[in-house]
C-alpha cells in the first residue's frame, strides 16, 4: 500500500503549495482535501442553493461529479463538465465553504471519497492536506503533521498568494479559521503528530521538514 503522509492546519499555513511540493520531491501523488471542499461550495452556488440549507447541500451530494486531473500544468478539478480549477479560488468560494463543512453528511461522504483515492493510488506515496487528515481521514498514516504559522506571517502570505485587488481581508481568514474550528480541531496536534512551525522558515525548508520526516 502507498505510503500516506497527511499534513493538517489552518488557513494560509501554507498547507497546500508546502504539501505539492513535497510529494513532487517524493514522487508521491498529492490530495487537497479541500479542493472537494470548494467545489461542492461551486455547486451549490451555481445551483442557486443557500449554503445554510443544510438538506439541500446534502441533495447535491448524489450527482456531485468531483474529478482532479494531473496535467502538464497542475492538478486540474472539474465538476461534470465545468473546469473549476480557478473558480474554487475565489473569494465568493472561500466564504461560505465553512457552511458546507460543517454538515455531518458532507463529511462522510467526501471522507469516503477521500479515503478511496488513498487506496487507489498507484503511487508510491500521497501526500494527503486538510483539516481532519491527522485525525479523521487517516489517523493510521505512516507520517503525520500539523502545519503552522503564526497568523500575522499567515494572514501576510495569504495576501501575497492571491491576484493583487483581490479583497480577502484578515478578517475573512480569522473568521474562516474559526468557523471551522468549530467542527475539527486543526489547532492542537492530535497524540503522534508532529507539529511543522513554518513561522521562521522559508518555502523550501518547510519543504525539507517535512521531507525529512518522509525519510527518517
Ligand atoms: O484548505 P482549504 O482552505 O482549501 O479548505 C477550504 C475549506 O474546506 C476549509 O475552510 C474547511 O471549511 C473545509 N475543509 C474541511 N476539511 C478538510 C479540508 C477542508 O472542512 N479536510
Same mark, same amino acid.
Given at each position: 500500500?502507498?505510503?500516506?503522509?497527511?499534513?493538517?492546519?489552518?488557513?494560509?499555513?501554507?498547507?497546500?503549495?508546502?504539501?505539492?511540493?513535497?510529494?513532487?520531491?517524493?514522487?508521491?501523488?498529492?490530495?487537497?482535501?479541500?479542493?472537494?471542499?470548494?467545489?461542492?461550495?461551486?455547486?451549490?452556488?451555481?445551483?442557486?442553493?443557500?449554503?445554510?440549507?443544510?438538506?439541500?447541500?446534502? %441533495? $447535491?451530494? /448524489?450527482? &456531485?461529479?468531483?474529478?482532479?486531473?494531473? !496535467? #502538464?500544468?497542475?492538478?486540474? @478539478?472539474?465538476? =461534470?463538465?465545468?473546469?473549476?480549477?480557478?473558480?474554487?479560488?475565489?473569494?465568493?468560494?472561500?466564504?461560505?465553504?465553512?457552511?458546507?463543512?460543517?454538515?455531518?453528511?458532507?463529511?462522510? %461522504? $467526501?471522507? /469516503?471519497? &477521500?479515503?478511496?483515492?488513498?487506496?487507489? !493510488? #498507484?503511487?508510491?506515496?500521497? @501526500?494527503?492536506? =486538510?483539516?481532519?487528515?491527522?485525525?479523521?481521514?487517516?489517523?493510521?498514516?505512516?507520517?503525520?503533521?500539523?502545519?503552522?504559522?503564526?497568523?500575522?506571517?499567515?494572514?501576510?502570505?495569504?495576501?501575497?498568494?492571491?491576484?493583487?485587488?483581490?479583497?480577502?481581508?484578515?478578517?475573512?481568514?480569522?473568521?474562516?479559521?474559526?468557523?471551522?474550528?468549530?467542527?475539527?480541531?486543526?489547532?492542537?496536534?492530535?497524540?503522534?503528530?508532529?507539529?511543522?512551525?513554518?513561522?521562521?522558515?522559508?518555502?523550501?525548508?518547510?519543504?525539507?521538514?517535512?521531507?525529512?520526516?518522509?525519510?527518517?
Amino acid at each position: 500500500a502507498a505510503v500516506v503522509v497527511a499534513v493538517d492546519g489552518p488557513a494560509g499555513s501554507g498547507k497546500s503549495s508546502v504539501s505539492k511540493a513535497a510529494s513532487r520531491a517524493l514522487g508521491y501523488a498529492f490530495l487537497d482535501t479541500g479542493a472537494a471542499y470548494r467545489a461542492l461550495t461551486w455547486q451549490a452556488l451555481e445551483s442557486g442553493i443557500d449554503t445554510a440549507d443544510a438538506a439541500a447541500i446534502v %441533495a $447535491l451530494l /448524489d450527482g &456531485f461529479d468531483y474529478r482532479t486531473t494531473v !496535467t #502538464d500544468e497542475g492538478t486540474r @478539478v472539474t465538476v =461534470g463538465d465545468a473546469d473549476v480549477t480557478d473558480a474554487i479560488r475565489e473569494p465568493r468560494i472561500s466564504a461560505v465553504v465553512s457552511d458546507i463543512a460543517r454538515v455531518p453528511e458532507v463529511r462522510l %461522504a $467526501l471522507n /469516503d471519497a &477521500f479515503r478511496r483515492m488513498i487506496r487507489e !493510488t #498507484d503511487a508510491p506515496g500521497i @501526500v494527503v492536506e =486538510g483539516r481532519d487528515i491527522t485525525t479523521v481521514v487517516a489517523p493510521d498514516a505512516a507520517v503525520r503533521i500539523l502545519l503552522t504559522a503564526d497568523e500575522a506571517v499567515r494572514i501576510a502570505r495569504r495576501s501575497a498568494e492571491l491576484a493583487p485587488g483581490t479583497a480577502s481581508t484578515a478578517g475573512q481568514l480569522r473568521e474562516r479559521d474559526a468557523r471551522d474550528a468549530q467542527v475539527v480541531d486543526f489547532l492542537t496536534a492530535a497524540p503522534g503528530v508532529v507539529t511543522i512551525d513554518s513561522t521562521e522558515l522559508d518555502f523550501d525548508q518547510t519543504v525539507q521538514a517535512v521531507v525529512g520526516l518522509v525519510n527518517d
